[in-house]
T-cell receptor, first 111, second 114 residues
């Protein structure tokens, strides 16, 4: 089955700097890669996603890149703000409803 | 619009007791998912339903766990008997029909089994 690895497990940045979180997946047939943000005491919320027919997608300060050959995808947050502090999860799926989540990255943005 | 609703938000029980977690998906969504989140194992899919029918329950840890979806607006996850290792945050999520793969998570139920 699919396996998703996520790095780093924790990431600390200064406000205004960029943050990058990386994930690798095992099944080359996976074709949908969402990123979820989980704030303290809340459920994960989708922030951006990408399908396998696209190499990059951007939404304001957030971007996701996908390298199908290497089977990895990354989340890029530019101009980080304290409210970006949260746990971020990547996930992958073969196009079914079953998402396989990475282990999460705790991002701390210091003012 | 109301999001996914879960109850209770917190549950503390003693080992051996029955626990029932409840979920109301977003109106009009036809897929429902139960996840468990722990520090050790992360976010794990336990079971999911499509049009009230269980599709994949391979993540259900053992026979002590059962889930039902009697109608499109309600689902339960039951643990009987509960054990301390069941302590976790349990999330319910729902997804609309069609091409969207976005899952909408509820606020979770924090379960503590003493």
């Amino acid at each position: 089955g699919e396996n998703v690895e996520q790095h780093p497990s924790t990431l600390s940045v200064q406000e205004g700097d960029s943050a990058v979180i990386k994930c690798t997946y095992s099944d080359s047939a996976s074709n949908y890669f969402p990123w979820y943000k989980q704030e303290l005491g809340k459920g994960p919320q989708l922030i951006i996603d990408i399908r396998s027919n696209v190499g990059e997608k951007k939404d304001q300060r957030i971007a996701v890149t996908l390298n199908k050959t290497a089977k990895h995808f990354s989340l890029h947050i530019t101009e980080t703000q304290p409210e970006d502090s949260a746990v971020y999860f990547c996930a992958a799926t073969l196009g079914t409803d079953k998402l396989i989540f990475g282990t999460g990255t705790r991002l701390q943005v210091f003012p | 619009d109301a999001g996914v609703i879960q109850s209770p938000r917190h549950e503390v029980t003693e080992m051996g007791q029955e626990v029932t977690l409840r979920c109301k998906p977003i109106s009009g969504h036809n897929s429902l998912f139960w996840y468990r989140q722990t520090m050790m194992r992360g976010l794990e899919l336990l079971i999911y339903f499509n049009n009230n029918v269980p599709i994949d329950d391979s993540g259900m840890p053992e026979d002590r766990f059962s889930a039902k979806m009697p109608n499109a607006s309600f689902s339960t996850l039951k643990i009987q008997p509960s054990e301390p290792r069941d302590s976790a945050v349990y999330f319910c999520a729902s997804k609309p029909a069609g091409l969207s793969l976005t899952q909408y998570f509820g606020p979770g139920t924090r379960l503590t089994v003493l």
